[in-house]
């Protein structure tokens, strides 16, 4: 007999069935549309939109299956704009999400690095044992993830050994690299040689770097940095040329535009060829979130300030705001500054 205000088990059953099936239908439209609205956050991030990006983010519900590749993706644009305490905030929720996953790791590890770079001695020794911690795991998880190896064994060269850190380790992680990625083997290896005041075996290490990877234009900036860090400018520029060369061979080669330019807007050497090359970057498909657009447009304010082009200098600022328009260096920028 059913009961006053009862379902009869049938029923309740039946009912039970329909409403997992429409909550199935309801959800089942709504992961290919967060998946295609995570890749164009994706597509935003390469592209340097990061307000395009972040508004994106906001457009997504707030749970799902994509929740820890959306609090990754967060977590890169905010890097990108300099939010460091955010972007550790959404990292860690990608990785409290999706524990298995080598990259979340990565990129948590990078952030908590960049915050620790800015951090007072003590904040910065508790953020070091967790950037290695983080590097470390993404190792383990992946033991073929290029970047997560040069990421982890630039850590272990850099940091102190109360941290972890130590150049024995380092040369173990080079080791690993060498059946992962040699380029990136050999220019772990120069730094080591570096920290150890080798410098020619620094040099050669770079160079065999060069000879052995795909894409040299990323490796040419290398060695021009290490030229630029030993003051032999000849040298350097010479080595920017090449990394032009070879750009000019490599479609997917943007970035190493960006990071010559940088090298010589810091050495102040050749400015009019840094901007053609910053230019020459932002006019390229080959941009990415390694080299944000919005911070090429600024590092162009820069330059045509100090050479005495201020009007060209508010075009690139506004056209970095337009982009980013919470980016610090970009709102800071000071245009009433002295050619010199």
């Not at 549309?33 to 939109?49: K, M, S």
């Not at 905010?78 to 972007?87: K, M, R, S």
């Not at 234009?217 to 400018?233: I, K, P």
Request: a neutral charge; one cysteine or more.
């Amino acid at each position: 007999m059913t009961r006053l205000g009862s379902a009869p088990r049938g029923l309740a059953g039946a009912i039970l069935a329909v409403s997992v099936a429409v909550m199935a239908a309801v959800e089942a439209p709504r992961q290919p549309l967060a998946q295609a609205t995570l890749a164009q956050v994706n597509q935003a991030l390469q592209a340097g939109e990061a307000d395009k990006a972040l508004a994106l983010l906001r457009s997504l519900p707030s749970n799902g299956v994509s929740l820890a590749e959306a609090n990754n993706l967060e977590c890169r644009v905010l890097l990108t704009v300099e939010h460091w305490d955010a972007a550790v905030e959404a990292c860690q929720r990608a990785v409290n999400l999706d524990r298995q996953d080598s990259n979340y790791h990565l990129w948590l590890g990078r952030a908590l690095g960049e915050k620790a770079s800015r951090a007072s001695f003590l904040s910065a020794f508790s953020l070091g044992k967790r950037v290695r911690t983080e590097f470390e795991e993404a190792a383990r998880l992946n033991p073929r993830n290029a970047e997560a190896l040069a990421d982890l064994g630039e850590f272990y060269r850099s940091a102190p050994g109360v941290v972890g850190g130590g150049l024995g380790k380092a040369e173990g992680v080079a080791a690993q690299l060498d059946s992962v990625d040699p380029a990136r083997a050999h220019e772990l290896r120069g730094r080591i040689a570096e920290e150890r005041k080798d410098y020619g075996t620094a040099e050669r290490e770079y160079k065999q770097a060069i000879a052995v990877s795909p894409h040299p234009a990323f490796r040419w900036t290398t060695l021009a940095d290490f030229y630029r860090r030993r003051e032999r400018w000849t040298e350097m520029e010479s080595a920017v040329e090449s990394c032009i060369h070879a750009v000019e061979h490599d479609k997917h080669a943007g970035v190493p535009l960006f990071d010559g330019a940088s090298l010589l807007i810091e050495a102040n050497r050749d400015l009019p060829l840094a901007v053609k090359m910053l230019e020459d970057y932002l006019a390229s498909p080959a941009k990415t979130e390694e080299a944000p657009a919005f911070v090429a447009y600024t590092r162009l304010a820069r330059v045509k300030v100090r050479l005495g082009d201020q009007a060209a200098a508010a075009r690139e600022q506004a056209a970095a705001l337009a982009l980013a328009h919470e980016y610090r260096p970009a709102q800071d920028l000071k245009l009433q500054e002295t050619k010199h």
